[in-house]
């Protein structure tokens, strides 16, 4: 299972990111999926997780601003998973580094993978 991360960047309050995260594997995978981020010494916190069959979850502080979605495609070769994270009216305090999240099951078997991306760094500025 490999992850890769993009869409971060700098805005002024109340402006709008998207992030992506790519998850792909050369075989077929149940995919979970979460954010989460990390601000300069504070402690990794969750985000947003959205499941294989659509259930999404928010953290408090990002109800209402943020949306969690993600795109499913299959062929022969590979199965990608692509979940996007919409965050509008953006505050200094999500600056922070995000990263995504997948526990997926794959394979015959369905095997359980965990797996993070490498991160994206959010800069609110006032």
């Known amino acids: 299972v490999r992850l890769v991360e993009s869409g971060g960047g700098s805005v002024q309050v109340g402006g709008s990111l998207r992030l992506s995260c790519a998850a792909s594997a050369s075989t077929y995978c149940s995919w979970d999926m979460s954010w989460y981020r990390q601000a300069p010494g504070e402690e990794r916190e969750f985000v947003s997780s959205?499941?294989?069959?659509?259930?999404?979850?928010?953290?408090?502080?990002?109800q209402g601003r943020f949306r969690v979605s993600q795109d499913n495609a299959k062929n022969a070769k590979e199965d990608k998973n692509t979940m996007y994270l919409q965050m509008n009216n953006l505050k200094p305090d999500d600056t922070a580094m995000y990263y995504c999240k997948t526990n997926a099951f794959c394979g015959l078997y369905a095997n359980y993978v965990e797996e993070w991306g490498q991160g994206t760094q959010v800069t609110v500025s006032s």
């Open positions: 959205i499941d294989s069959d659509g259930s999404t979850v928010y953290a408090a502080s990002v």
